[in-house]
């Protein structure tokens, strides 16, 4: 009940008393907030029992004004108190939200100390050039069984290093792990810049046997490649049988890239297309460059999009899940894998990652080809792509604007137009970019310099929580080196389709 409702029925009641229409006991009870009207004694926590016992005329009158004044100022303290709870719950909601965000730096943060960690721990063996490394990158499979070998290649593109000067070499670092997790060989390698180097058979090319008690015979695993300088890698996997390869492009590792630009790793990944037929056979190679172990799921869908079949397992921290016939249990289907995996120690600050992929091979001569994974959105991202209009508001903004917003899995970008009203820059059209995180949506404008006369650097911030309604409504933030800032929101509605 509102508190104008109750105020505008004080006349009414009044004149009731006064005509003698209510001349017999009466209970006034107030509808309580968030459940059912009760009556209830005037000591309950969300009601107010009001008991009008008539007499005499004038008595029932001073009654009843007493009663109604007192039941007006007890609403008045539960109304303000109901908004103070509500603002506080929202405001309690508002910070776990910035809480689950913040949560997600703190993991990369935490990979990125992992492997810190990891080169401390060889770091004897991996200073040889005297300045450390700075550039990562992943080879998820590479074997000897199955009648097969593994060659790895190495190109240096690095043209002109703050370290090296003109045409720095790189000095590469090679790590092979096997399926478990344990790291089982090592070597280094001077790759001139523009350079390809190759070394055929890596896994048993590799020297130093870093594990003397399980040895250096590894028949599958992965590579991890440290370099001081910017290269990239490949692997072919090459059948013994009839020298067919099948390429394998090595995964930068985008440690502390924003989650939603990362194309290759993360916690939910998929491969696009697998098959077990007459003709054709896929597999599954799934590693954990993460800071902890996971809880794997692999879900396996037919091609009208119906799961059809689960894998589960646990993989530990540096080890592998590897499946030669991924669809071994639903023959003669074919389709998208989707693979996830969850943190079963969710309250620490490390946390499961994942890189990625499939081979799929001609059961009738074993030709093949990979199928790398792409990282795939959070489950719960909604699609919001199109141009929205609305309102920017604050001290010193108050504009009307138009949002084209293009979006790729968890990334969005696209342009601001300021359409008229005010805004704190010259400039009136804006590049802005951002991203999707726990469902909140984090955009800032790219354009760093305005375009008057003393380009002013300038920094325009949108935090857009979770959209539940038809609008998006959020706080902006505002400041530049004039000193200028503003802290004020926005609130927009889809208008229309990008391409219409």
């Not at 929205?388 to 504009?399: C, Q």
Request: glycine share 6%; hydrophobic share 40%; aromatic share 8%.
């Amino acid at each position: 009940m509102r508190l104008e409702q109750v105020t505008s029925d004080v006349p009414r009641i009044d004149r009731a008393v006064r005509r003698g229409q209510m001349t017999c006991s009466a209970q006034v009870d107030f509808l309580s907030f968030g459940g059912a009207t009760k009556k209830s004694p005037i000591s309950s926590r969300n009601h107010v029992h009001l008991s009008l016992l008539v007499e005499s005329k004038s008595e029932r009158e001073r009654r009843m004004q007493k009663a109604i004044w007192s039941s007006l100022i007890l609403m008045i303290l539960f109304i303000f108190a109901e908004r103070a709870t509500v603002e506080a719950r929202e405001g309690s909601k508002n910070a776990v939200a910035r809480t689950a965000v913040a949560t997600q730096r703190l993991n990369q943060s935490s990979w990125l100390e992992s492997l810190r960690d990891f080169r401390r721990k060889i770091g004897s063996q991996t200073q040889a050039s005297g300045d450390g490394t700075s550039f990562v990158v992943i080879i998820p499979y590479v074997t000897t069984e199955s009648n097969s070998r593994t060659n790895l290649g190495l190109n240096n593109y690095s043209q002109i290093s703050f370290v090296h000067g003109i045409n720095p070499f790189a000095s590469v670092f090679i790590y092979l792990f096997d399926q478990e997790g344990s790291l089982r060989r090592s070597g280094s390698v001077v790759v001139e810049s523009n350079e390809l180097v190759q070394i055929n058979d890596i896994i048993n090319q590799l020297p130093t046997i870093e594990d003397p008690v399980q040895g250096g015979n590894v028949g599958t695993g992965w590579l991890l490649i440290f370099s001081d300088e910017p290269l990239t890698a490949w692997a072919s996997v090459i059948s013994n049988s009839n020298d067919d390869p099948s390429i394998e492009l090595a995964i930068a590792d985008q440690i502390s890239k924003p989650a939603a630009f990362v194309e290759s790793t993360g916690t939910r990944l998929a491969i696009q297309s697998s098959a077990k037929t007459a003709n054709f056979q896929s597999s599954l190679v799934v590693v954990n460059v993460g800071s902890d172990d996971g809880n794997l799921y692999v879900d396996i869908y037919d091609q009208l999009g119906n799961l059809i079949d689960t894998k589960t397992a646990l993989i530990k921290q540096n080890g592998m899940f590897v499946d030669n016939d991924i669809r071994s249990a639903v023959p003669d289907t074919f389709g998208q894998i989707v693979i996830e995996v969850t943190d079963p120690t969710p309250n620490d600050d490390k946390a499961p990652r994942l890189v990625a992929n499939s081979i799929v091979k001609s059961t009738v001569n074993g030709t093949g080809a990979f199928f790398p994974a792409f990282a795939l959105p959070q489950v719960d991202t909604k699609a919001i792509a199109g141009v929205w209009e609305g309102s920017l508001t604050g001290s010193l903004i108050n504009a009307q604007v138009k949002m084209q917003l293009f979006q790729e899995r968890d990334m969005i970008y696209g342009t601001l137009d300021i359409l008229s009203g005010s805004f704190p820059t010259v400039a009136r059209s804006f590049s802005i970019s951002g991203e999707v995180s726990s469902n909140h949506y984090l955009l800032q404008v790219q354009d760093a310099f305005d375009s008057d006369s003393a380009n002013t650097f300038f920094s325009y911030r949108l935090h857009i929580p979770p959209i539940t309604g038809i609008r998006m409504e959020g706080d902006t933030l505002y400041f530049d080196e004039q000193n200028r800032k503003d802290i004020g929101s926005v609130s927009l509605s889809r208008t229309g389709s990008i391409y219409q």
